[in-house]
Each structure stands twice: as structure tokens, then as C-alpha cells.
């Protein structure tokens, strides 16, 4: 593993200078620790995502909140040492007076806990944390992992997303976003400066735990499996679509979706719908589970065709595992997938176009779906190990806390 470049801004590339990081031990109590909060709008973000950051801030001897809606992973984070405070909180829509309860509720827990350094992720915890934050002097640090629905939309909403971004983050010394067009987009509608604005690879892989799998054996029917929350906006419905398109020439192709319906966010498709799918189209449901690893293996392609992305999770792990990604052509998406090298990308919001990405796959040759696998993998080798990530979070806490100076190893100087 290597680390990042010592530069208060990581380059688009996330150039790395050698180096190994590693989780330092705890430092000697004659040394300050931090208490460190974490905010999201769900336990199981943290758990899924942020596990990396947090167990290495918990191994170098800090101490770490998080403030979340409960689930059932908080258990988890208590057993790894975390403190776990339940935040009640509105994740859908935008109702003035929920969500000025949800800044209030904020405010109240960094009054009481008076963390040293907040790390902010989701659209509602980094806007109305931010403002309560800077109520306090508290400093904190946003990671905009993807725009949202909201920001998305056009009209009065997007504008009202936009000058509350603005307003939230406008005094921030660093913030967190995790694809180049992201913050360039932030950057240029002056929502954030350039002097603020970080470059994260996603959250990083784990490139151990999400190891090279041996492609399928030859017999195998061919497997596309879309990893994602059953959303309207991950391209759910064209994915459907595709498998129609491509089974009609390819019988025997299985189209897999793994992931939860019923979620809590306005774009959700409810379960009665996927039976439905699975007797009219074919589509073979998996339910949820706790460890993805052993279906990325037994697929042949991993597909998401969603409508904007930070950076996927579910295409950097098939990437570190060695399969060909088929993806919508999107921010976020554009930054795993190399068109013709790891994979296809496709029109986003189109079926068809989807359906073309696929049927294109089938026609190759086991030999370059292969290629295709080692390439990715070999692209999150170079550039998404989580190592980075760790080392750019403790680089941006030394920055907001420079009395509490950390260094790449996480040693409190």
C-alpha cells in the first residue's frame, strides 16, 4: 500500500508518494488523543463505508462518536470500540421545519459530547452539521459523496440545495469530495473554493479483503449482477429493461439483483414490484446480505447503470475482485470504469443503450473478459487503495487541528 502526497490538495490522479502506512498502535497517553464524532444519515454507511477511517483513528488511541440513525450495525461499531449516539432524523425530502428539528438535534449533541474535530458524510448531516458546527467553533469535516436527488432535480429545489451548500460550507477549511466533476462542479458555481476542496479515491478498497476471484468456469451461464439499493436513480428500471433486451438473443443469460427494497428514500422500489420482474422478466432477486463477495465471484459482469455516482462502491469492489464492469457513462461511474479497458460504459437513463454495453460484452471472448477483470484490478491497485484514504483524513485533521498535528502514520505530534 502507499500514501498520499503530502500536498494539502490530492491531485485528481491521487498520486502517491512509497511509503506503507499502517495502523500505528496507540500513542503514549503523555501524547493528546482526540475525541472524534462522525455523523451520516445511517449506521450502516459508517459500518459499510467509513470503517477503514474509523478503526485506525480507534487504533491510534482517539476516541470516536458516531451520531446516526440506529440500525441494526450499531452493535457492530460498539463492538469495535465506537460510542454510538442514535440521531433522530428525516432521511427524505426536504420539509423546512424537519429539518430545521434535525439542526437543532445536531447542535444539542455537539454541545453536550463537544467533540474535538466533526467528520461529516450524506447531503442533510454535512449542510445542517456544517451550520451547527460553526455555531460552536467545533471544526468539521464534510465528504460529499454524492449530489443527491435534490441537487439534481432543476427548478426551486436545486436552487435551495445550492445556497444551502453554499452557506454551510463557505467557511470550511477542507472539504472531502470523491470524483474530479464533482468538485469541479462545486468549485465553478462557487459553492465551494478551490483551496477547500480534496480529492478522495471513493472509501478506498480493501484490496485483501476484496481479493482477485478466479473467473467462472467456461460452462457457466453468463451473469450480469447489479449490486445497488433498489432506487429509481441507480438505473433500476433500465437494468430491467436490459435483461428483456439481451435474453431475448441470449436466453440463458441471468440478470441478478442484490440489494434492499422498501429503503427509506423517495425513489425506492418496493418489493411487489422486483416479484413482478422476476416472473415477467427473468430477474433473479437475492435478497440482501452481509458479504458480497462470494456473488461478485460467481458473476460474470458487474453492472450499474445509475444516473450519478460519487464513486461507486459496488463497481471499485468487482473491480478489486477482477470482474468487467458495465456502468452508466457518469460522474463517479467514469472514474472506476475505463471504457474498452475494464469495461463498457453506456448511456445513462437508457435500457437500450445498457442492453447494446452487454450483448457488446457477450461477444467477446473469455480471454478478454479476463483481460478486462486484471485490468481493474490492476486500476485499484494504482489508485483506490484505502490506504489513501486513511492517510487523507489524517492529513486534513492536522490541517483543522493544527495543535493536534498527526502525521501520514497517524502518530500525534
Known amino acids: 500500500m502507499t500514501e498520499l502526497a503530502s500536498a494539502p490538495n490530492v491531485s485528481a490522479d491521487f498520486a502517491a508518494s512509497p511509503g506503507e502506512p499502517r495502523l500505528s498502535p496507540c500513542v503514549q497517553s503523555a501524547q493528546p488523543k482526540m475525541h472524534i464524532l462522525a455523523t451520516v444519515n445511517a449506521a450502516w454507511n459508517i459500518w459499510n463505508f467509513r470503517r477503514p477511517v474509523i478503526a485506525a483513528l480507534l487504533a491510534e488511541g482517539h476516541s470516536v462518536t458516531v451520531l446516526a440513525p440506529e440500525d441494526e450495525t450499531a452493535g457492530r461499531l460498539k463492538e469495535i470500540g465506537c460510542r454510538f449516539i442514535a440521531l433522530e432524523m428525516d432521511q427524505k ?11 437543532r438535534r445536531l447542535r444539542a449533541a455537539f454541545r453536550e459530547h463537544r467533540p474535538d474535530v466533526i467528520l461529516s458524510y450524506t447531503v442533510k448531516n454535512n449542510i445542517y452539521g456544517a451550520i451547527a458546527a460553526r455555531s460552536l467553533g467545533i471544526p468539521f469535516i464534510p465528504n460529499v459523496s454524492g449530489l443527491g436527488t435534490a441537487f439534481l432535480s432543476e427548478g426551486w429545489l436545486q436552487w435551495l440545495v445550492e445556497r444551502l451548500y453554499g452557506a454551510a460550507f463557505r467557511r470550511l477549511p477542507v472539504v472531502f469530495f470523491q470524483n474530479d466533476e464533482d468538485r469541479d462542479l462545486f468549485v465553478a458555481r462557487r459553492l465551494v473554493r478551490e483551496d477547500q476542496a480534496r480529492l478522495l479515491p471513493g472509501s ?51 440478470f441478478q439483483l442484490l440489494g434492499a427494497t422498501d429503503t427509506q428514500n423517495r425513489t425506492a422500489i418496493d418489493r411487489d414490484t422486483v416479484a413482478a420482474w422476476q416472473q415477467s422478466h427473468g430477474i433473479e432477486y437475492l435478497g440482501t446480505c452481509d458479504d458480497v463477495r462470494p456473488h461478485i465471484a460467481r458473476a460474470h459482469c458487474i453492472v450499474l447503470p445509475s444516473y450519478r455516482e460519487g464513486a461507486p462502491r459496488t463497481l471499485i469492489e468487482a473491480a478489486s475482485m477482477a470482474r468487467p464492469l458495465v456502468a452508466s457513462d457518469v460522474p463517479g461511474c467514469r472514474s472506476v470504469v475505463e471504457h474498452g479497458s475494464t469495461g463498457f460504459l453506456c448511456k445513462a437513463r437508457c435500457g437500450e443503450s445498457l442492453a447494446e454495453a452487454c450483448l457488446g460484452f457477450l461477444d467477446l471472448p473469455r480471454d478478454t473478459h479476463i483481460a478486462f477483470g486484471q485490468a481493474g484490478r490492476e486500476k485499484m491497485q494504482r489508485e483506490f487503495d484505502q490506504a489513501r484514504v486513511i492517510t487523507a483524513y489524517r492529513q486534513a485533521i492536522g490541517d483543522v487541528l493544527p495543535e493536534i498535528a498527526m502525521d501520514a502514520e497517524g502518530e500525534v505530534s
Do not use: S
Open 93 to 103: 425530502g426536504l420539509d423546512p421545519m424537519r429539518d430545521l428539528a434535525l439542526l
Open 204 to 254: 478506498g478498497i480493501d484490496l485483501d479483503h476484496f481479493a482477485a476471484a478466479d473467473f467462472p468456469t467456461q460452462n457457466a451461464p453468463p451473469t450480469f449482477l447489479m449490486i445497488a439499493r433498489l432506487l429509481r436513480d441507480k438505473g433500476i428500471y433500465e437494468f430491467i429493461e436490459a435483461a428483456r433486451l439481451v435474453r431475448a438473443r441470449h436466453p440463458n443469460a441471468r
